[in-house]
């Protein structure tokens, strides 16, 4: 599947995201054969007649079986794009561009059927071929080593001998300043000693803009997204008959949708709990980028992209979730630009 031989040291983002792949369309596939099994039950059925009746399931022309036969033939296609993901996944593990390019073509059919799945890990699936087409992942399909890091060098006409001691310094024509003196050193500098024995100062590789705004936009938008939700959950858990009667209140048809108090209120626990796990993740992926490390910079594409495409499924429900979905793919541009990649390389 053109695999080639005396293969670069497969970068962590490479292996990171076939697991993902792997992992993710091996759960697809279960979930798949869960809802297969269960679109002839009393609560699918129930479900589906209730989309039939109202909008925009009412002006869709479809009845009861038509319904339902979309929905086995869209979990057939999931289950079938899943099984191939799996296949592919592996075999991007083994350097093959036939598989990244064959993941490519699976990723879009997946993430749109995988909805009758959940979504969520369909999405997660997509992301993850996604990565596999950015640096350093790119290089490593090509057969390309990392560039070596060049160090700036102070320019000089002939150097001496290895096997001669170099010679004294010329005394200073110049009186020296007093200013700074015995002071450190700024932190944009650093010192390098030339051939002449001399030191020089070589100004340090600065911290790019994009990378800072970058972090903290992580910081502020997980750190929002964990307190606004720990909030309802403390609210809901201390008050729980004004949450539901203003629930109910704003959505009337909630009580006819067969969801119980309980199942709601569950819910919303354990998607607390996700929200804050993975906003404590992300900030803290954020905290490595900003020490330059790179895989917390991966580590941060690839979250910021699964926040992403959960974003965009959930934005059809609610248009608020496009300003996540915007701080997502900004936050992914600006880890992507060429001067960042410089930088962490």
């Known amino acids: 599947m053109g695999r080639m031989s005396d ?54 022309g479809l009845d009861l079986d038509g319904v339902t036969a979309i929905l086995r033939v869209l979990a057939m296609v999931a289950g079938a794009c899943a099984t191939a993901a799996a296949i592919l996944g592996y075999h991007v593990l083994q350097r093959s561009r036939s598989a990244r390019l064959g ?43 990392p560039p070596p890091v060049e160090r700036e060098r102070p320019a000089q006409a002939a ?15 110049e009186p020296r300043p007093v200013t700074g ?44 997204a964990i307190f606004l939700l720990g909030m309802s959950a403390l609210v809901l858990a201390a008050a729980p008959d004004l949450v539901f009667d203003e629930l109910y209140k704003q959505n009337p048809d909630l009580r006819s949708q067969g969801l119980s108090q309980a199942e709601i209120r569950t819910a919303t626990f354990v998607l607390t709990a996700v929200v804050a796990v993975w906003g404590a993740a992300a900030m803290l992926f954020a905290v490595q980028a900003f020490r330059r490390v790179r895989w917390g910079r991966t580590a941060l594409v690839v979250s910021a ?3 992403g495409a959960v974003a965009l499924v959930g934005a059809v429900l609610n248009i608020v979730l496009v300003v996540p979905l915007a701080v997502c793919l ?14 962490f390389s």
């Open 159 to 173: 150097g001496p001998s290895v096997f001669q001691a170099p010679p004294p310094p010329p005394p200073p024509t």
């Open 181 to 224: 003196f015995g002071a450190a050193p700024s932190a944009a500098w650093t010192s390098a000693i030339t051939p002449t024995g001399r030191v020089a100062p070589v100004a340090a590789s600065a911290r790019p803009a994009q990378v800072l705004w970058a972090c903290v936009l992580t910081w502020v938008f997980c750190s929002l």
């Open 7 to 60: 293969a670069p040291p497969r970068p962590r983002q490479v292996t990171l995201a076939a697991w993902m792949i792997m992992g993710g369309s091996a759960l697809i596939l279960a979930l798949v054969f869960e809802r297969v099994a269960g679109l002839g039950s009393l609560e699918t059925q129930e479900s589906i007649r209730t989309f039939l009746s109202e909008p925009p399931g009412d002006g869709l």
């Open 330 to 343: 900004v936050t992914i541009s600006l880890l992507l630009r060429p001067e960042v990649r410089a930088w």
């Open 305 to 307: 992209a699964i926040a």
């Open 103 to 145: 993941l490519a073509v699976v990723a879009g059919p997946l993430f749109v059927c995988g909805m009758v799945a959940g979504g969520f890990l369909s999405a997660v699936v997509a992301a993850a071929a996604v990565t596999l087409w950015f640096q350093p992942a790119r290089d490593w399909f090509d057969g390309k080593m």
